[in-house]
Structures are given as structure tokens and as C-alpha cells.
């Protein structure tokens, strides 16, 4: 018998409604101690809906309440579901859950009811993840590709694959059993076909990772430059708003920034660094730092310059920038065009004015034409880091296979490499799963969900 698990299933704070999730054997039978109504909830029908009143165990009236019923195993978890609808006052909402907990249901988990989804079969856990990237989503783009995973599209792909190499092990291990009668039942070439086929798939799948990371968390674009070359000034500029200070003192920004844009749809992370100078002040210092750990995350660096001081004059800066960070690109602005005047030398420089607006639109387009080139690739899934390392290893499982095939091996030696893949792809899927594992999935969920 499951423990009954109790939480919020809304986000916590003053909002018009709240919804109270339960979930386990005997979630009804708690829910009903509660529900003052003319309905007895457990005699309901599943999915339905009740009006009625949420009370205390001395018969205090809490809230006004309606009650949905979700029965086993046609719920979210596969277990009883009760979710109940109060206003959205905090110590409504905590009150309610309190209630619960003091009649028997503990406080869940971060991502407890998912994992019960999935030990009960509702879901497998590519479908699990794409849940918390779901919640997660920060665009349209990343919600659509998201909810495509959570149907199922790249669960199907995966298990169509895995059926195709246990095809393959079967008829490798079907040869043996007569190889002393000399039997050959396959053609080699055939089976290394098939195998590639597999073997391209999961490299398109690896190659869309660093894509997957752009539209999970957005394109990251960091303003860097010498000091008072006007980076906070374009930073405010690009989000329409102040959001930095902006001072004629140098090294006014000690720390960094960042703000969420949205170019076309598509998610960018913009931060605004710190100058980069040498300096005294161990505040400011701390500041400069702290820029080389942003350039390694950003997938894109503007590199501001002040026009004014002369069109070269960060130049060297830019010769460091891709000396230390070769696999970045940079796009260089020559700022305060609006007082030096000066011309274009090639396409990769970009003319503005910060504090005037001028040049902006023409950036914003550079950055989305970026943007849009990096995360072009994905389609029905978001590859994280755990699905990365798994696929990785598939990989090089099947390359063993292929490898042995091109030197001859007996089928006993490519049917080990096959199986290792499939039992990696076990792994993908959560058909294969250990604790550990599964609690360091579910623990980067909300409580709640």
C-alpha cells in the first residue's frame, strides 16, 4: 500500500485559486474526512468534480472548495488523485495541506508524484524528463518540443531502434547455434547497414545537444568590453528598460547582469560584465573574474567599443577573446556612432549608438539569424546531460560492433557489443533504473509535481 503524499500543485504565493494534490491508496479516504458536501467522495465516480466545503477535524470551516476525483489507475500517478481547489490565500492553501497531513498524508517529495508515475507505467522517463522541461520552459519553441517528447515521439523512435538491434543480436546469436554445420543465415553487410542506420540516428541525437541546452535554457550573449565603452547603457537598451546603472565613472558594474530577451520567440540570456581593466579594487577584481565563467557559458560575445577612442581600439581585446575562447562567436559594435561618425570595415562589425537606439534592430536581427542557426537542429527532444552521456555510450557500443564486423569477428563478439546498446538504451528509457538514479532525476523537480 502506497503512503499518501500531500502538496501544492500550484505555485506558492497570493493568486485567485490554489490546488492541493493527493495521491496514494488512500488519498479519497483522507480527502473525505475533510469534505463537508452531500457527496460522499468515496462512492464517487472517478473524474468528477465536487462542490462542498473543506473543514478541520473539529468541524472549523476552512474554505469553500471544489474537489476532483481521479480514481486508480486512470490518474496522473496511477494511484487515487484527489486535487482540491481552494482560494488562493497562503494560509488557506497551508492550512488545507496541514489538515492532510495531521489526518495521515505526508508532505511529498520534489518531483514525487512524476516518479510515481513512472514506477507505475503511466510514464517512461523520457517522457518523466520532458515533464520538468515542460514546467521549465522558457519559450514556445522549448514548451512545443517538450510536450512532443512527453507524447511520446522520441520514446517511439527509441523503442523502434532498440527493437532493430535486438532483431540484429537475435539473428547473431541464431548463427551460432549452427556454426559448427557451417550455416550462414545473414549477410554481414546487411546487418552493418542496419547498424548504421541506428548508428546515424543516435549521432544526430548527440549533435542536437548543445542545441537542446540553447532552447532549454536560452541563448546566452555576453556585452563585453573595456570600461565605459557603454555596455550597461546597450544592456538597458536591449531590454527597454533600466536595469543597470549607468554611470561616466569607470567600473561602475562590480558584478554581472542578466536578463532574459526574446528574439522572435527564441530565448537569449543577456549579460552585462564587468569592464575589463587592471584595477586595485578587490570588489572590482572579483567582478573581472567572474566575466571569464560568463564567456564560457555564452554562445555568443558582443564585444563593445567605443568608436570614439578610434575603430580599432578593442581590436586586441577581440585577437584575446578568440586566442582563450576560439569556439565563440563574436560580433563587434562600434558604440557612440552618433559622435565619431565612422563607416563599416566588413560584415561582422555592427555601427550603433547605445544611448540613442541607433543600430539596435539591425543587432537584434544578427542575434536572431544566430540564435535561430543554433537551434535549428531539434525537433521532438530536448537531450540533457544524463540522456548525452547514455546515447554516448550507445555510440561507441555500436562502433565496437561495426568495428568487429570489419575485422572479421565471430557473431559471439558483435552480439556482446549489440546487446551492451541495448541495454543502454534500457537505461534511456527507465526500463533498466536504479535508486540513485532516479532520485537525482526527481530531485531537480518542484514539489508538487
Same mark, same amino acid.
Given at each position: 500500500?502506497?503512503?499518501?503524499?500531500?502538496?501544492?500543485?500550484?505555485?506558492?504565493?497570493?493568486?485567485?485559486?490554489?490546488?492541493?494534490?493527493?495521491?496514494?491508496?488512500?488519498?479519497?479516504?483522507?480527502?473525505?474526512?475533510?469534505?463537508?458536501?452531500?457527496?460522499?467522495?468515496?462512492?464517487?465516480?472517478?473524474?468528477?468534480?465536487?462542490?462542498?466545503?473543506?473543514?478541520?477535524?473539529?468541524?472549523?470551516?476552512?474554505?469553500?472548495?471544489?474537489?476532483?476525483?481521479?480514481?486508480?489507475?486512470?490518474?496522473?500517478?496511477?494511484?487515487?488523485?484527489?486535487?482540491?481547489?481552494?482560494?488562493?490565500?497562503?494560509?488557506?492553501?497551508?492550512?488545507?495541506?496541514?489538515?492532510?497531513?495531521?489526518?495521515?498524508?505526508?508532505?511529498?517529495?520534489?518531483?514525487?508524484?512524476?516518479?510515481?508515475?513512472?514506477?507505475?507505467?503511466?510514464?517512461?522517463?523520457?517522457?518523466?524528463?520532458?515533464?520538468?522541461?515542460?514546467?521549465?520552459?522558457?519559450?514556445?519553441?522549448?514548451?512545443?518540443?517538450?510536450?512532443?517528447?512527453?507524447?511520446?515521439?522520441?520514446?517511439?523512435?527509441?523503442?523502434?531502434?532498440?527493437?532493430?538491434? *535486438?532483431?540484429?543480436?537475435?539473428? =547473431?546469436? #541464431?548463427? %551460432?547455434?549452427? $556454426?559448427?554445420?557451417? &550455416? @550462414?543465415?545473414? /549477410?554481414?553487410?546487411?546487418?552493418?547497414?542496419?547498424?548504421?542506420?541506428?548508428?546515424?540516428?543516435?549521432?544526430?541525437?548527440?549533435?542536437?545537444?548543445?542545441?537542446?541546452?540553447?532552447?532549454?535554457?536560452?541563448?546566452?550573449?555576453?556585452?563585453?568590453?573595456?570600461?565605459?565603452?557603454?555596455?550597461?547603457?546597450?544592456?538597458?537598451?536591449?531590454?527597454?528598460?533600466?536595469?543597470?546603472?549607468?554611470?561616466?565613472?569607470?567600473?561602475?558594474?562590480?558584478?554581472?547582469?542578466?536578463?532574459?530577451?526574446?528574439?522572435?520567440?527564441?530565448?537569449?540570456?543577456?549579460?552585462?560584465?564587468?569592464?575589463?581593466?587592471?584595477?586595485?579594487?578587490?570588489?572590482?577584481?572579483?567582478?573581472?573574474?567572474?566575466?571569464?565563467? *560568463?564567456?564560457?557559458?555564452?554562445? =555568443?560575445? #558582443?564585444? %563593445?567599443?567605443? $568608436?570614439?577612442?578610434? &575603430? @580599432?581600439?578593442? /581590436?586586441?581585446?577581440?585577437?584575446?577573446?578568440?586566442?582563450?575562447?576560439?569556439?565563440?562567436?563574436?560580433?563587434?559594435?562600434?558604440?557612440?556612432?552618433?559622435?565619431?561618425?565612422?563607416?563599416?570595415?566588413?560584415?561582422?562589425?555592427?555601427?550603433?549608438?547605445?544611448?540613442?537606439?541607433?543600430?539596435?534592430?539591425?543587432?537584434?536581427?544578427?542575434?536572431?539569424?544566430?540564435?535561430?542557426?543554433?537551434?535549428?537542429?531539434?525537433?521532438?527532444?530536448?537531450?540533457?546531460?544524463?540522456?548525452?552521456?547514455?546515447?554516448?555510450?550507445?555510440?561507441?557500443?555500436?562502433?565496437?560492433?561495426?568495428?568487429?564486423?570489419?575485422?572479421?569477428?565471430?557473431?559471439?563478439?558483435?552480439?556482446?557489443?549489440?546487446?551492451?546498446? *541495448?541495454?543502454?538504451?534500457?537505461? =534511456?528509457?527507465?526500463?533498466?533504473?536504479?535508486?540513485?538514479?532516479?532520485?537525482?532525476?526527481?530531485?531537480?523537480?518542484?514539489?508538487?509535481?
Amino acid at each position: 500500500m502506497s503512503e499518501t503524499i500531500v502538496a501544492l500543485a500550484t505555485p506558492p504565493g497570493l493568486s485567485g485559486i490554489a490546488v492541493v494534490r493527493l495521491s496514494g491508496d488512500n488519498a479519497i479516504d483522507v480527502a473525505q474526512k475533510h469534505f463537508q458536501s452531500k457527496i460522499d467522495l468515496t462512492k464517487s465516480e472517478s473524474h468528477r468534480i465536487y462542490y462542498g466545503q473543506f473543514v478541520k477535524k473539529d468541524g472549523l470551516i476552512i474554505d469553500t472548495v471544489t474537489v476532483s476525483i481521479f480514481r486508480e489507475p486512470n490518474s496522473y500517478t496511477g494511484e487515487n488523485v484527489i486535487e482540491v481547489s481552494s482560494h488562493g490565500a497562503i494560509i488557506v492553501y497551508n492550512e488545507i495541506i496541514n489538515t492532510f497531513i495531521e489526518s495521515g498524508a505526508r508532505l511529498a517529495k520534489p518531483g514525487e508524484f512524476t516518479q510515481r508515475a513512472f514506477l507505475n507505467g503511466k510514464l517512461d522517463l523520457l517522457q518523466a524528463e520532458a515533464v520538468a522541461d515542460l514546467i521549465n520552459s522558457v519559450s514556445f519553441l522549448s514548451e512545443q518540443a517538450s510536450e512532443r517528447q512527453l507524447e511520446g515521439s522520441f520514446t517511439n523512435r527509441v523503442k523502434k531502434f532498440k527493437q532493430e538491434l *535486438i532483431e540484429i543480436a537475435g539473428l =547473431l546469436e #541464431l548463427e %551460432l547455434d549452427f $556454426s559448427e554445420e557451417d &550455416i @550462414e543465415f545473414i /549477410d554481414k553487410n546487411e546487418i552493418k547497414r542496419k547498424i548504421y542506420e541506428v548508428y546515424d540516428y543516435i549521432q544526430v541525437l548527440l549533435d542536437d545537444y548543445n542545441s537542446s541546452q540553447i532552447l532549454r535554457t536560452g541563448f546566452y550573449i555576453s556585452i563585453i568590453g573595456f570600461p565605459n565603452t557603454g555596455k550597461s547603457t546597450l544592456f538597458n537598451t536591449m531590454l527597454d528598460k533600466k536595469r543597470a546603472i549607468v554611470s561616466d565613472i569607470p567600473g561602475t558594474t562590480r558584478d554581472y547582469l542578466e536578463e532574459y530577451i526574446y528574439l522572435n520567440g527564441i530565448p537569449a540570456k543577456l549579460f552585462d560584465t564587468a569592464g575589463i581593466r587592471k584595477s586595485s579594487d578587490i570588489i572590482e577584481l572579483q567582478g573581472i573574474k567572474l566575466v571569464d565563467s *560568463i564567456i564560457k557559458q555564452s554562445n =555568443l560575445l #558582443l564585444v %563593445l567599443n567605443d $568608436s570614439n577612442l578610434g &575603430i @580599432e581600439y578593442s /581590436d586586441n581585446l577581440i585577437k584575446d577573446l578568440k586566442s582563450n575562447y576560439g569556439d565563440k562567436e563574436i560580433i563587434l559594435l562600434q558604440n557612440k556612432i552618433d559622435i565619431s561618425k565612422i563607416q563599416e570595415r566588413n560584415e561582422s562589425e555592427v555601427l550603433i549608438s547605445a544611448k540613442y537606439g541607433i543600430g539596435i534592430d539591425k543587432l537584434k536581427e544578427k542575434l536572431y539569424d544566430s540564435a535561430h542557426k543554433s537551434i535549428s537542429r531539434v525537433n521532438d527532444q530536448l537531450i540533457n546531460q544524463r540522456q548525452y552521456n547514455l546515447l554516448y555510450e550507445i555510440k561507441i557500443n555500436l562502433m565496437d560492433a561495426l568495428n568487429s564486423i570489419d575485422n572479421n569477428m565471430e557473431n559471439e563478439f558483435i552480439s556482446i557489443d549489440v546487446r551492451k546498446a *541495448i541495454k543502454k538504451i534500457g537505461e =534511456l528509457t527507465g526500463e533498466i533504473y536504479n535508486e540513485e538514479i532516479l532520485n537525482s532525476i526527481f530531485s531537480k523537480f518542484c514539489i508538487g509535481k
